[in-house]
């Protein structure tokens, strides 16, 4: 019988990372639960807890803090684009319900898929609650043609968030 040795396979590629811009939000461990909300074009509504699924943004882990269904124990969202279609995103973020000692700083980070496996990061820093209910405005952007427009970085307060919770 002869043996013939299999081609070599390649090196194992980095798959590229999830969705078009993905946004994750953290705090510290502790009971106070965070929403994020977020808006594209498209959308017919923001996407947040009470609305997970967009045209163009999932939110793909709702965190309330130490509650009894969850089993991590940091604190963290996260939501990713399906596609790219022009206009303006925006990522708030929403103080639900703080049982930990005020303030309470949240760091935020997004990034843009260039291409690939690599990110671009179009915001990372933290902005911070000093009471229940507030809901900020983290970072507001636009895109063209599948592109960040840089110039178009701000953070004007919008509300995305309805409702009196």
């Known amino acids: 019988l002869l043996m013939v040795n299999p081609p070599a396979e390649e090196a194992i590629k980095t ?35 009470s609305n997970k699924n967009g045209a163009v943004w999932d939110l793909l882990r709702d965190d309330t803090g130490l509650g009894s269904h969850d089993q991590l124990k940091s604190n963290f969202e996260n939501g990713y684009t399906s596609f790219l279609p022009d206009g ?53 952007f636009r895109i063209y043609e599948g592109k960040l427009v840089r110039s178009s970085i701000n953070d004007v307060p919008i509300k995305l968030r309805s409702g009196d919770k």
């Open 88 to 140: 303006e995103y925006i990522v708030n973020v929403h103080a639900y319900g703080l049982t930990d000692v005020l303030p309470l700083a949240v760091s935020v980070e997004v990034l843009i898929n260039t291409g690939g496996s690599s990110m671009d990061r179009i915001y990372a820093g933290s902005v911070q609650f000093s009471a229940k209910g507030e809901e900020l405005t983290v970072t507001r």
């Open 15 to 49: 798959p590229p990372p999830p969705g078009n811009i993905s946004v994750i939000v953290t705090w510290q461990d502790g009971d106070s639960d965070v929403d994020t909300w977020l808006m594209a074009p498209e959308e017919p509504a923001p996407v947040g807890y």
